[in-house]
């Protein structure tokens, strides 16, 4: 059984930095794209972060493009999501899901997730 779990969510202030964990179990992820997406409330689920683990390329949405970054553990079974200079705006929650193609941006394309975990950014 496929299992996504997250943490290292939780309340900082603006400005702050966090990092979330995303651990993977039940197969092996080695070809697949672990994604990141986060959902603030009352709006839609929005693509964050990626990492290809075949070749670690990653890809970032916009908005967090220099503050954030995705990689993973060599074991292939563990992605983080290192979040600096956060602002209230990234205030969410913060899922990880793993998908074996298709666009890294997109969230049709990823077949397992996980439960998420909380970011709460105070101004």
């Known amino acids: 059984q496929v299992q996504l779990v997250e943490s290292g969510g939780g309340l900082v202030q603006a400005g702050g930095s966090l990092t979330l964990s995303c651990t993977a179990s039940g197969r092996t992820f080695s070809s697949y794209t672990m994604g990141w997406f986060r959902q603030a409330p009352g709006k839609e689920r929005e693509f964050v972060a990626a990492?290809?683990?075949?070749?670690?390329?990653?890809h970032y949405a916009d908005s967090v493009k220099g503050r954030f970054t995705v990689s993973g553990d060599d074991a292939e079974t563990t992605v983080y999501l290192q979040m600096n200079m956060l602002k209230p705006e990234d205030t969410a929650v913060y899922h990880c899901?793993?998908?074996?193609?298709?666009?890294?941006?997109?969230?049709?394309?990823?077949?397992?997730w996980g439960q998420g975990t909380q970011v709460t950014v105070s101004s």
């Open positions: 990492i290809r683990w075949r070749t670690r390329a990653t």
């Open positions: 899901a793993a998908a074996r193609g298709g666009d890294a941006r997109e969230s049709v394309w990823y077949e397992h």
